[in-house]
């Protein structure tokens, strides 16, 4: 379904009760309210994940018109002001959404995401572990990815394994963790099980600098010298001014 078509079945279906009822206006009524808070966030969300931050706001906007309170605008407002990189207005309307919903498991997830993202490692492991608390939540075993992942930003490495095993017994198909996991297992020279992490991610997703600098250094440990000058190779086509392409550089 396009945006322009969800905009006019919006429209329809807000209009509907005015054309079949004559006076009546759904609009008045608290179900009406709510299904068109419910519309308009659903239609800022469409908006978003295309990528129109200023077209998401829009809809958005009605929605917190009908209630400023509501728990899934602020939290999908905050989630557009995090693409546009306003992270004071971010923080903000992510807060006001948990002010209204404080255990909900998808917005404190989605602010420990943006906290990491801006830094704030010891406030978005916080925010993680209260999501972790909703054992039915469905995506649980990313917050444990994201726990895991945050534990190693705050030098806590065993934590970090822990969340990790924790991650990947959920779901066994998380390139993130596997990643991390291979990483973690190198430094302590685990070489056996960091390839095994290793072979799991690069099934799983395409490389990337972090990544690839990995596979050169585990395919020296196995004196794999054409999968290490692969590596390499890629490292320097698709990443030649990264900190990891230098770093392979002084390794040679």
């Not at 206006?25 to 419910?38: F, W």
């Not at 404190?108 to 943006?114: A, E, I, K, M």
């Not at 972090?210 to 020296?220: D, F, H, P, Q």
Request: hydrophobic share 40%.
């Amino acid at each position: 379904m396009t945006l322009r078509v969800a905009l006019l079945l919006l429209f329809v279906s807000l209009s509907a009760g005015c054309v079949l009822s004559g006076d009546f206006n759904p609009m008045k009524t608290s179900k009406g309210r709510d299904e068109a808070r419910e519309a308009y966030v659903q239609l800022g969300l469409g908006y978003l994940q295309q990528g129109m931050t200023e077209r998401a706001k829009v809809p958005l906007k009605k929605a917190l018109e009908l209630d400023e309170s509501d728990a899934d605008a602020n939290a999908a407002l905050a989630l557009v002001f995090q693409a546009e990189m306003e992270p004071e207005l971010a923080d903000q309307h992510y807060r006001k959404a948990l002010a209204v919903r404080p255990s909900d498991a998808r917005i404190l997830n989605n602010y420990g995401s943006f906290l990491f993202e801006e830094k704030r490692y010891k406030d978005a492991y916080q925010r993680f572990e209260q999501a972790a608390a909703d054992t039915l939540y469905p995506e649980r075993s990313r917050v444990f990815e994201n726990l895991g992942m945050t534990a190693a930003m705050l030098g806590e490495r065993d934590l970090a394994r822990q969340h990790l095993e924790k991650a990947l017994r959920l779901n066994r198909q998380q390139p993130r963790a596997l990643l991390e996991m291979a990483e973690l297992s190198f430094e302590d020279r685990h070489y056996v099980p960091a390839r095994d992490y290793y072979d799991r991610f690069s099934l799983l997703s395409e490389q990337n600098a972090r990544s690839l600098l990995l596979g050169v250094r585990l395919a020296t440990v196995f004196e794999d010298r054409d999968k290490a000058a692969s590596y390499g190779l890629q490292l320097k086509r698709l990443y030649p001014g990264s900190p990891e392409y230098q770093q392979y550089l002084s390794e040679q």
